[in-house]
């Protein structure tokens, strides 16, 4: 039988040469099956946020990173998205992104999302101070309350989400238009009513604020907003650089 001094993985305690220990044997944890930190900055198990990256610290601490994504799809034009975000008050909160002139993306890109696979997440990053903050997250997910009507309609070249309730997270309105020639795809997302959770503005757009559409697969449609047209205590509203 081990004694006390015997390194045994797995056992919640740190002996001899282990560097870790959670108390499992189990990979993706930041603490590896033989009780060894993961390298710093290695992945670790996803949170299912598609907002956030999950990456290891030197501490082996799964840290979850609000950071946008640097392989998006952009626009094959300056200009061709647009951003805004309004604070209305009293139910009436709305932001809307609209992705437009993008590279050839075929419409099987896009899975089957009335099914799940994938989740779309939009997120908006607001850059200021060498980092990022998240300041707006939501999910458009195939299980959304639609009012017992099917929430993803497939057309012939996109995919359309209708969801005049907005729950959970206000989406009301999404669709992925496949494009086989450069300059036909586009994305969109409308939020507005109660369910919003819009973030204080004015944002700090120090040096800029950057918009994507993010799926679980791993797919991802952005835009980077540095210059705004307008940015106050009411009203973000920007195109893209």
């Given at each position: 039988?081990?004694?006390?001094?015997?390194?045994?993985?797995?056992?919640?305690?740190?002996?001899?040469?282990e560097q870790c220990d959670d108390?499992?044997?189990?990979?993706?944890?930041?603490?590896?099956?033989?009780?060894?930190?993961?390298?710093?900055?290695?992945?670790?198990?996803?949170?299912?946020?598609?907002?956030?990256?999950?990456?290891?610290?030197?501490?082996?601490?799964?840290?979850?990173?609000?950071?946008?994504?640097?392989?998006?799809?952009?626009?094959?034009?300056?200009?061709?998205?647009?951003?805004?975000?309004?604070?209305?008050?009293?139910?009436?909160?709305?932001?809307?992104?609209?992705?437009?002139?993008?590279?050839?993306?075929?419409?099987?890109?896009?899975?089957?999302?009335s099914a799940g696979t994938p989740?779309?997440?939009?997120?908006?990053?607001?850059?200021?101070?060498?980092?990022?903050?998240?300041?707006?997250?939501?999910?458009?997910?195939?299980?959304?309350?639609?009012?017992?009507?099917?929430?993803?309609?497939?057309?012939?070249?996109?995919?359309?989400?209708?969801?005049?309730?907005?729950?959970?997270?206000?989406?009301?309105?999404?669709?992925?238009?496949?494009?086989?020639?450069?300059?036909?795809?586009?994305?969109?997302?409308?939020?507005?009513?109660?369910?919003?959770?819009?973030?204080?503005?004015?944002?700090?757009?120090?040096?800029?604020?950057?918009?994507?559409?993010?799926?679980?697969?791993?797919?991802?449609?952005?835009?980077?907003?540095?210059?705004?047209?307008?940015?106050?205590?009411?009203?973000?509203?920007?195109?893209?650089?």
């Open positions: 039988m081990p004694s006390s001094c015997t390194a045994v993985c797995g056992d919640s305690r740190i002996v001899g040469g108390g499992n044997t189990a990979a993706g944890d930041c603490c590896s099956a033989t009780c060894q930190l993961d390298a710093a900055g290695s992945p670790c198990a996803d949170d299912g946020n598609a907002c956030s990256t999950e990456v290891c610290g030197a501490t082996g601490v799964c840290q979850h990173l609000f950071e946008p994504d640097p392989t998006c799809l952009l626009p094959i034009e300056p200009g061709k998205a647009q951003l805004k975000v309004q604070a209305r008050g009293a139910g009436k909160d709305q932001a809307q992104f609209k992705w437009t002139k993008g590279p050839a993306v075929s419409k099987a890109t896009f899975g089957t999302p989740n779309y997440w939009f997120c908006v990053y607001d850059e200021s101070g060498g980092g990022s903050i998240l300041a707006l997250g939501a999910t458009a997910s195939a299980d959304a309350d639609c009012s017992d009507k099917v929430c993803w309609v497939e057309k012939r070249s996109s995919w359309q989400l209708k969801n005049k309730a907005g729950a959970p997270n206000g989406i009301v309105a999404m669709k992925l238009q496949a494009g086989l020639e450069a300059g036909k795809s586009k994305v969109q997302v409308t939020m507005k009513g109660s369910f919003v959770e819009l973030p204080s503005l004015p944002l700090a757009n120090d040096p800029r604020v950057i918009a994507q559409l993010r799926a679980s697969d791993g797919q991802c449609y952005g835009a980077t907003f540095s210059t705004p047209n307008t940015n106050d205590g009411t009203l973000y509203k920007a195109k893209s650089d």
